[in-house]
C-alpha cells in the first residue's frame, strides 16, 4: 500500500467530492467474473477513487492463490470465499485474516447438462459423471450441500470429476467429458450459446443465503488502516447500491469494459440472471448467521478441523458504517 499526493479520474468523480490523497491499494480477486459486478461498478464509476483509492486489481486465479498473496504481502486486500479464512486460522496463522464485507449471498454456478430438461430434479444425477470443483472450494462445497439435502451421497450415488482446472471445466464438457458439469459464468451462456449444454438448475437458488464471497484482510492491516478499509467499503457499497437500483441493460454497459472479451448482449443476459437470483446483498454485513452457516456447509464437506469464532474471524465495523 502507498500513499500518493495525486487524484484519480473516475467517470462519476469530481473534483469537489475526491480526497485530496489517494491511498494504493492492491486487491487480489479470486476470479474475473460478472458474478462479481457490484465491485466492478465501483471500479468503472470512479467510486475507489472517489473515496481516495488507486486500485491495482490483480486476478488470483483461485482462493488458495488469493490468500498466499495476502498472507505474503503481495496484496492489501483479498477477495475470495470466507472458508479460506477459516481454513488459514485453523492452521495457526499468526496475523489472522479478517472478514470485513460480504458480497454475494448466493451461490454463482449453474448445473448443466447436455440436454434440456424440463423437470430437473437432483436425483437425476445419480449414476451420472459430472464435472465438479476443487475440493475444499466453495463451489464443490455447495454443491455437495446441495446434494446431501437431497438425500444423494456425492461418494457413492454419483462420479465426481473434480481434477480439472478451475475456468476449463466448459471447455471439457463441451469437448465430450462429463454428463454434467458443474458452471460459472460466461461459462453457462457459452455452453448454451454453442448448443454444448443447458442450464438446469441453479446452485444459488437451491442452496439458499450462502455467505460465497467476501473481502479480507489481515488483521494487522486492518489494524494499521482502518481508514483505508472503511474508504474500500464505502466505495463498495456505492457499487452495491448502483446494481440494486438499475436495470440489467444499465449495469452491463457499465461492467462492459471489465468484460471485453464477452458481448454487451451477453453481460446483459448474465447479469440479469443473478439478479433474477437474489445473488448480491444490499448491504456488506457478514452476519452471525451467515457464518454459522458456512461452518455448516465446511462440516458437511468434512473440511472442518475446528470453529474459530464469529469475533475472530468477522468485522462488521466498516459495513455498519458504509450502510448509513
Not at 465438479?132 to 466453495?138: E, K, S
Not at 457499497?237 to 449495469?251: F, L, R, T
Request: aromatic content about 10%; overall charge negative; glycine content about 8%.
Amino acid at each position: 500500500m502507498v500513499l500518493t499526493g495525486c487524484q484519480q479520474k473516475g467517470k462519476d468523480a469530481s473534483a469537489s467530492n475526491k480526497k485530496e490523497k489517494t491511498v494504493e491499494v492492491t486487491l487480489n480477486e479470486v476470479a474475473h467474473s460478472i458474478f462479481y459486478a457490484p465491485m466492478y461498478v465501483a471500479i468503472e464509476n470512479g467510486y475507489f477513487e472517489e473515496e481516495g483509492i488507486q486500485l491495482d486489481l490483480v486476478t488470483g486465479f483461485g482462493a488458495d492463490k488469493t490468500m498466499t498473496a495476502l498472507l505474503s504481502g503481495e496484496a492489501d486486500i483479498g477477495f475470495m470465499g470466507p472458508e479460506t479464512t477459516v481454513y488459514t486460522y485453523n492452521q495457526g496463522a499468526s496475523d489472522v485474516v479478517v472478514n470485513f464485507a460480504q458480497l454475494t449471498q448466493r451461490a454463482g454456478n449453474f448445473l448443466v447438462a447436455r440436454e434440456e430438461i424440463k423437470d430437473f430434479k437432483w436425483e437425476d444425477l445419480k449414476g451420472k459423471d459430472v464435472l465438479g470443483g476443487r475440493a475444499g472450494g466453495m463451489p464443490e462445497m455447495v454443491f455437495e450441500y446441495i446434494l446431501k439435502q437431497n438425500n444423494i451421497d456425492p461418494a457413492k450415488d454419483l462420479k465426481i470429476d473434480q481434477s480439472i482446472d478451475f475456468g476449463s471445466t466448459a471447455a471439457a464438457f463441451s469437448g465430450g467429458q462429463g454428463d454434467f458439469s458443474v458452471e460459472f459464468e460466461p461459462g453457462a451462456t457459452a455452453l448454451e450459446t454453442e448448443g454444448a449444454g443447458y442450464v438446469v438448475a441453479s446452485l444459488g437458488v437451491d442452496s439458499g443465503y450462502v455467505p460465497y464471497t467476501a473481502f479480507s484482510a489481515k488483521q494487522s492491516f486492518i489494524n494499521e488502516n482502518p481508514e483505508v478499509i472503511q474508504q474500500f467499503t464505502n466505495a463498495l457499497q456505492k457499487g452495491m447500491d448502483y446494481v440494486n437500483s438499475h436495470s440489467a441493460e444499465e449495469i452491463a454497459k457499465v461492467i462492459e469494459p471489465q468484460f471485453k472479451d464477452t458481448d454487451l448482449k451477453t453481460i446483459t443476459t448474465i447479469v440479469d440472471r443473478y439478479a433474477q437470483q437474489d445473488t448480491w446483498k444490499t448491504d456488506l454485513i457478514f452476519e452471525e448467521s451467515s457464518y454459522k452457516l458456512l461452518l455448516d456447509i465446511l462440516d458437511e464437506a468434512g473440511e472442518l478441523s475446528g470453529s474459530p469464532a464469529y469475533k475472530d474471524l468477522v468485522t462488521t465495523e466498516f459495513a455498519e458504517k458504509a450502510a448509513k
